[in-house]
């Protein structure tokens, strides 16, 4: 009985040391997704700036006469 108690604790610690990186990985990964979605946004803002800037450069330019 004292054997199956003791290896009843020692898979409930396993667990929760299991449990404990987890829950760390967990919150790193959680930063990890929200620092991409920053870059995103931020890289998604140059994009529209970029193409706003074309717009104007192309509206500035010459009509093709065919």
């Not at 967990?26 to 970029?50: F, I, W």
């Amino acid at each position: 009985m004292q054997s199956e108690l003791d290896t009843l604790e020692q898979k409930l610690t396993q667990l929760v040391q299991l449990a404990q990186r987890l829950r760390a990985e967990n919150l790193q990964l959680r930063q990890h997704v929200a620092a991409a979605v920053s870059e995103q946004r931020k890289n998604q803002d140059k994009l529209n700036q970029a193409a706003q800037q074309i717009e104007k450069i192309l509206e500035h330019l010459p009509a093709e006469s065919a």
